[in-house]
């Protein structure tokens, strides 16, 4: 690991550098998965490994900005607001790699479990969807599937993306 991490606790520092170890290993399919198609994984391992980008990860016990947040990211900083497991941070680092709203909940589903963080899209992220416009990596196919738009291969099923009720 060669991204900082900043402002933690020694308990929360170790818990972040085990969680880049878990992030960057699902990302390359680990537990029999297949990696994510596209150009996401490698520049999320870039921010992760590569020093001269600068990229740092903080813990946001005494952030203002935390205030009613998961997490952010801002520039080449990446803040957990609460350590709620390695899918919030899968989640912000997709933001760091220019994600949009639907890339970044779409890796933290896809690749996480409840038990790691990972929510499943609600009717207020459906909302951030439909504003951005979809993703810049992933995006909705009309037969309610999620495909990666570089390669246009199939994801995940929209049924598992979305949480129970919510519709898009
Ligand atoms: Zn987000
Ligand atoms: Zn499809």
Not at 82 to 93: K, R
Request: net charge positive.
């Amino acid at each position: 690991m060669t991204v900082r991490v900043r402002d933690c606790t020694p308990q929360d520092f170790n818990m972040i550098q085990q969680w880049l170890n878990v992030v960057a290993a699902r990302l390359a399919g680990a537990n029999g998965m297949p990696p994510i198609p596209g150009p996401l994984p490698g520049k999320i391992h870039n921010i992760i490994h590569n020093p001269q980008l600068n990229f740092t990860v903080h813990c946001g016990q005494h952030d203002k900005r935390c205030s009613g947040l998961r997490g952010y990211q801002l520039g080449k900083k990446v803040v957990m607001c609460n350590m709620d497991g390695p899918a919030l941070l899968a989640h912000e680092l997709v933001h760091a790699a220019d994600g949009r709203e639907l890339d970044a909940e779409v890796v933290e589903v896809l690749l996480f479990s409840k038990q790691e963080g990972a929510i499943r899209a609600n009717a207020g992220d459906v909302k951030i969807f439909r504003e951005q416009s979809g993703g810049r990596y992933f995006y909705k196919c009309p037969n309610g599937h999620i495909h990666e738009s570089s390669t246009q291969r199939f994801v995940m099923n929209l049924s598992d993306f979305l949480a129970p009720g919510t519709r898009w």
